[in-house]
């Protein structure tokens, strides 16, 4: 059998990796003075192993919420003769200056700082401590490491454990004294973001022998600098970089060049016009060009070949079929060319064999794997062009759509763009529809990223968005894995303060779900998150608005789930008011019949409940229990479910019946009356995980109409529904309970007859288990 799509397992690196970095006091660590983390005295880690933990370390601060920042984390490798460090990667405000102290003593030869915003010029000072050995250098959005903290001049703290965090709005003080002199390793740059006040050109001076440069969104005072690499330099981004002649008269003479980016956000803001003779220039002029990048700009119709004189058949990436003339000189094509917010990339022949654009999907899958580590204001808008793909088309090259969305949704956790965008994505991408080739690994990352998102932001887009993708999992099978998160957030969701209708609907739907079929260990632990006192709060919401709709009917079901065999959830509705509740949704909506089915089921949870019954036992409830039993609503499951809950508090015996009216007997005359008048083979919208509760009721002569109740629901289940049914009986020891039925004298004929029609049917299903019934088995309630 094929392997599905994602299924490919953790590394067995991965995996000790992850389980260290969970469990450092256990593995690596001990508890030192003050409650430091310290590295145990034996351990010498090389270092595939240290960047490994650094960098997942990183990951799981970022997408893992149960996971616990440790305060002293770099001072781990704070010696390189225990532990060694050469590749590390570090992103988002998480990261501070003591951290990168922390390691000042090891030989980094990769150092990526990506939107490391609580860095302040002191860690400049650090990087110095890395320059003899440093080869690439990322810096990008981190603007804030170029000013000083209170205009504190540059200076490195040996001791630096009661740093004073500071918000980078207190940094204003511009660092002058900085340079990269002495970094004379340091091959690959990136700047990205370096704040205007910055001189590029000054800073950058040292440096002679860079072969990748990343300025991104800097502004240039001048461009001849660049020359001092024209025969080194391999790799030049100037993404929204303000275009000139000068400038691209300067980028063409860097002869060496293998990858030039000169793309920008959009063409809204580019006032530079890419012509024919700019696009001629720099194929002629850079043969060596590999991959290029002029999303953004406005493209001259003379750069094109007229649509009638294309080349006929399919597309083509042979340069000499090139419908965009300028290309058509390329000794061979490219291995990428972006064109996203540009004209050229709806052209039939483009010599290039990856291509940005927003023409198909290829094109956009495309977009969304170049763009989204520095360029989500890209990555967002590619991916809403493949939330309508998905939506409208269909999505042909699903593993790899799902995985750059959920990749872009880690990436840029805290994007609120990205996360409205991508989740409206995953919705589509999990339906039916593309199931099937999806892999439980693979869903699982799907949920997380989720979680990550309702988690992060409150906001009703992304949250309507999370819930719904939820909608598409099987619930609550699917979400085990993460069940005490996703009904923490949901419950937040459902707070009395948020009125949005439409996530209130789904948040409750998904919660009703999650404790439907579960084990009781599940659902007092939900219990104890306050589910219960949420729904109520939410029914007496409605109560209110004099609104019966499907949050309140939803909120009753998920109450009748989350009682069943749960005591202290029974404890809960009775605590928090749910009997006054109960009688005036009786009051306010006398004709809603599946909200009276939920309730009685419910109240069937309670009354199982020896030790809450008496609570039950007022004239009051009584009188309502009583009255429901001539129900006719939702067929027979208000009048059963009435008689159930009468039948438990009868099982008590008449000694505890203290009131005068009504009267025990008329209510047992009227339970009877019920009985007889409900049809024996009809269909039911309940769900039994377990017939303990009934067949307690069985062999005892305290009251004769308990017993014949227990009897009707055992015969109607096992006849209806017998490979079902039938094997739960006989595993529970139903037949010999039954048996003493017929021993016993209280027991009514009428009761005795129906007791050896449903061992009949058991004995009829062991001897052929292929059900006979016509029927669809389909339950759509929990048994309460």
């Not at 083509?316 to 490219?334: H, N």
């Not at 007889?676 to 995980?689: H, K």
Request: aromatic letters at 8%; a negative charge.
């Amino acid at each position: 059998m094929a392997a599905k799509a994602g299924d490919n397992p953790d590394s067995l690196m991965t995996l000790a990796t992850v389980f260290c970095l969970k469990n450092l006091r256990k593995t690596m660590c001990y508890q030192g003075f003050r409650n430091k983390l310290c590295l145990r005295s034996d351990i010498f880690l090389p270092s595939e192993i240290c960047d490994k933990l650094v960098n997942t370390y990183m990951e799981l601060v970022h997408t893992d919420s149960n996971f616990e920042p440790e305060e002293s984390f770099f001072q781990l490798f704070s010696d390189p003769r225990s532990t060694r460090l050469t590749r590390v990667q570090l992103r988002e405000d998480f990261v501070r200056d003591r951290d990168l102290e922390a390691i000042r003593k090891q030989d980094l030869i990769e150092l990526h700082l990506t939107y490391c915003n609580s860095l302040s010029s002191r860690s400049l000072k650090t990087l110095t401590c890395f320059r003899e050995t440093l080869v690439s250098l990322c810096l990008f959005g981190c603007s804030q490491i170029f000013y000083r903290k209170g205009g504190a001049p540059l200076a490195c703290n040996e001791d630096t454990e009661d740093e004073e965090d500071e918000s980078p709005a207190s940094r204003q003080a511009l660092e002058t004294d900085f340079n990269f002199q002495g970094f004379n390793r340091l091959r690959l740059l990136n700047l990205g973001g370096l704040p205007d006040e910055m001189d590029a050109e000054t800073l950058l001076k040292p440096l002679k022998s860079l072969t990748s440069l990343d300025l991104s969104n800097v502004q240039l005072l001048g461009t001849a600098f660049f020359t001092q690499w024209k025969d080194r330099l391999a790799s030049l981004v100037l993404y929204n970089v303000d275009l000139s002649d000068e400038l691209v008269s300067t980028v063409v003479e860097l002869v060496n060049l293998r990858h030039l980016d000169i793309s920008r956000e959009s063409r809204r803001t580019s006032k530079f016009k890419m012509t024919r003779k700019i696009l001629t220039a720099i194929v002629q002029r850079l043969v060596n060009l590999v991959s290029l990048d002029i999303s953004g700009h406005v493209m001259l119709d003379n750069c094109t070949v007229p649509h009638f004189e294309e080349a006929m058949g399919r597309p083509s990436t042979e340069p000499c079929k090139s419908s965009i003339y300028p290309f058509q000189e390329l000794k061979r094509p490219m291995q990428f060319l972006g064109l996203y917010d540009t004209t050229l990339c709806n052209v039939t022949h483009i010599p290039a064999y990856k291509v940005t654009g927003s023409k198909n999907e290829d094109q956009v899958l495309n977009a969304i794997e170049a763009y989204t580590e520095f360029r989500p204001e890209l990555a967002h808008r590619a991916i809403n062009q493949l939330f309508d793909i998905a939506r409208i088309q269909h999505c042909s090259q699903l593993l790899r759509a799902l995985q750059l969305v959920i990749a872009a949704l880690k990436c840029h956790k805290y994007d609120k763009s990205i996360q409205v965008t991508g989740s409206a994505a995953l919705f589509y991408l999990t339906n039916t529809e593309y199931r099937s080739d999806q892999s439980v690994r693979l869903r699982r990352e799907v949920i997380q990223v989720v979680l990550n998102g309702m988690e992060q932001y409150q906001e009703v887009t992304v949250q309507r968005n999370c819930c719904l993708t939820l909608c598409n999992f099987s619930i609550p099978e699917e979400l085990e894995f993460q069940y005490s998160r996703v009904n923490q957030l949901l419950l937040k969701i459902l707070e009395p303060a948020r009125q949005d209708e439409s996530i209130q609907r789904i948040a409750v739907h998904l919660c009703n779900a999650l404790v439907c079929q579960v084990d009781n260990h599940h659902k007092e632990a939900v219990g104890k998150m306050g589910f219960v006192k949420t729904m109520l709060n939410l029914i007496q919401k409605k109560l209110q608005d004099r609104m019966c709709d499907q949050v309140m009917e939803f909120s009753w079901s998920a109450l009748w789930n989350i009682t069943d065999e749960t005591p202290d959830n029974c404890q809960m509705f009775l605590n928090c008011r749910g009997m006054s509740l109960f009688l005036e949704c009786l009051q306010e909506f006398p004709d809603k019949q599946e909200l009276h089915r939920n309730m009685l089921g419910l109240l069937g949870n309670v009354a199982e409940v020896k030790a809450l019954r008496p609570q039950l036992l007022t004239p009051q409830f009584i009188t309502v229990f009583s009255n429901l039993l001539d129900s006719k609503a939702d067929g027979i499951e208000v009048s059963y479910n009435a008689c159930g809950v009468l039948s438990h508090i009868m099982f008590d015996g008449p000694e505890v019946w203290s009131m005068e009216e009504p009267r025990r007997d008329t209510v047992m005359d009227k339970m009877w009356d019920a009985i007889q008048s409900w049809d024996v083979s009809s269909r039911r919208n309940i769900n039994y995980r377990s017939f303990e509760p009934i067949l307690r009721l069985l062999p005892q002569s305290i009251s004769p109409v308990s017993q014949h109740w227990a009897t009707w629901a055992l015969y109607n289940l096992v006849s209806v529904y017998p490979s079902k049914y039938c094997p739960l009986l006989i595993k529970e020891g139903g037949i010999s309970l039954l048996e003493k039925v017929l021993e016993l004298e209280s027991s009514q004929p009428e009761t005795k007859d129906m007791a050896r029609k449903v061992m009949e049917q058991c004995e009829t299903f062991k001897e052929d288990p292929m059900e006979t019934n016509h029927g669809q088995e389909v339950n759509y309630g929990q048994r309460g």
